[in-house]
């Protein structure tokens, strides 16, 4: 007990003035505390401040407001669950104004997100159709139009682009009687770009690609030639192979596009681009750049959605069709115009709808050739294999004066695509053999018997 009362003397005899300097030590370490925190805190808030400046400052440079009525355009707020569709625009903006602004290339893309899956459908830029203030016009002109009308069709102060976008989504809207709810739409140059900041797309190309009078920027004309194989195509040789439309036709252009997107997918998920910090910032930069949308990208909540959206998709779950005279019926062609039958277009309309799963049956349709033609069974198989159908070998049969399909194996999905895309009457298709049918050949699931009724569109590439 001795040593206790020791220290409690040695306490007692403490002066004033130690006592007051370990009071004043203690609470320099509560301040120091208190400013560590605060300076923490403080460095905390610049950051995020900073992290949302800057996505501001990147989203500001992609998004446009939609002009639209809300009737004609989806809220902002809107999260992705339910079906949705986007205008998709390749523009035309030459360097000396506003001559070259024009939409070369419209794709509308229906999305099904709880399914996961997407439709492309290519619109070809000579179809006719009613645009606001023009009348019955190419449906090209109407980005042009309303680029030059902003203020008259949607009001002062409106950005020329949004209105140029805003009313080809208005008219494909018209068109295909179906909602059109979101923009997007990149130039050329920044189509190019992009390409090349995820290191090019991988192409098969299918047949090799002439064209003699490949336009330039400087409205002159230039020879490129793509070979058939499997490549890897930069920005600018993508851009070529996605526009030319002298070297074939406009819709076996609409197929290399679709092709060109499909790739552009597959890329970004087989390479891992989004995992790259590098490539991610500068695939971001370069849409900045590049891409303008309605898209509400500023929305935390709705961007979420479209990135899991777009991770989820596999390239084969995306289906694709275009509007062909395979397909909708040409009512008229005046020069270039082309004015397509209603009811095909609605039919073609369901068909994107529904998506892949008309194709989830995997059938296998076999040609036969019961027509005097030499090689009409192989080039309508070649054109069935474009439009997305599994075909055998050709083969011959007897000679016949009428077309039939035959389904051997039920699938009835499957038959009433290939039914739809011959334009065959019902009189025609049998989902049972009929007597004269011939054995089921081996693996084949439908045959298709040409006769001497066939179109010669069915022989034609898409």
């Known amino acids: 007990m001795g040593w206790q009362g020791d220290d409690r003397q040695q306490q007692r005899r403490a002066s004033a003035r130690e006592r007051v300097a370990y009071l004043r030590a203690q609470r320099r370490q509560r301040w120091r505390r208190v400013w560590v ?7 905390m808030l610049v950051a995020v401040w900073g992290a949302v400046w800057v996505w501001n400052a990147t989203v500001a440079g992609m998004r446009f407001s939609d002009p639209r009525p809300l009737d004609g355009a989806a809220p902002a707020n809107t999260v992705f669950r339910q079906p949705f ?14 001559e070259g602004v024009r939409s070369d290339t419209l794709i509308l893309a229906y999305v099904n997100p709880s399914e996961q899956w997407v439709s492309l459908l290519s619109i070809p830029r000579d179809t006719v159709a009613a645009i606001r203030g023009l009348g019955e016009q190419k449906i090209n002109a109407a980005y042009s ?25 208005e008219t494909v809207a018209t068109l295909l009687n179906v909602p059109v709810n979101y923009v997007a739409q990149v ?33 002159g004309y230039e020879r490129i030639f ?11 040789t993508a851009l070529r192979y996605a526009r030319s439309r002298h070297g074939s036709s406009d819709f076996d252009r609409a197929r290399r596009q679709q092709a060109i997107l499909q790739a552009a997918l597959a890329t970004v998920r087989s390479r891992g681009v989004l995992d790259q910090a590098g490539a991610v910032s500068a695939l971001v930069a370069e849409a900045r750049r590049s891409i303008k949308t309605t898209l509400p990208i500023d929305d935390p909540a709705a961007l979420r959605e479209l990135v899991a959206l777009a991770q989820a998709i596999d390239v084969d779950r995306i289906a694709t069709f275009s509007i062909n005279p395979r397909e909708v019926a040409v009512v008229a062609e005046i020069g270039s115009d082309i004015y397509w039958n209603r009811r095909d277009l609605a039919a073609l309309v369901e068909r994107v709808r529904a998506g892949p ?45 009428t077309t039939i399909v035959i389904d051997y194996t039920g699938k009835p999905a499957a038959l009433a695509r290939l039914v739809a895309h011959l334009g065959l009457p019902a009189t025609q298709v049998f989902t049972t053999p009929p007597a004269d049918a011939p054995p089921q050949p081996l693996g084949a699931d439908i045959v298709l018997i040409l006769g001497r009724d066939y179109n ?3 022989a034609l590439a898409p």
């Open 37 to 43: 925190f605060s300076g923490l805190a403080l460095a």
């Open 85 to 98: 569709t986007v205008l998709l625009l390749g523009v035309d903006r030459r360097h000396d104004g506003a």
């Open 145 to 169: 139009y309303g680029y030059h009308h902003a203020a008259e069709l949607y009001g002062r102060g409106v950005d020329p682009a949004a209105a140029g976008a805003a009313l080809a989504a």
């Open 187 to 219: 130039d050329f140059a920044g189509f190019e770009r992009l390409i090349d900041a995820i290191g090019g797309v991988i192409i098969d190309v299918p047949y090799p690609l002439l064209d003699s009078s490949f336009p330039t920027e400087d409205y």
């Open 226 to 236: 793509i070979p058939a194989g499997l490549q890897v195509l930069d920005g600018a």
């Open 357 to 401: 799963r008309l194709d989830r049956e995997q059938a296998m349709v076999q040609v036969f050739n019961g027509t005097p033609v030499n090689g009409l069974a192989a080039r309508v198989s070649r054109a069935l294999d474009n439009a997305g159908f599994r075909t055998l070998p050709p083969a011959n049969s007897d000679r016949r004066e």
């Open 456 to 458: 010669p569109a069915w």
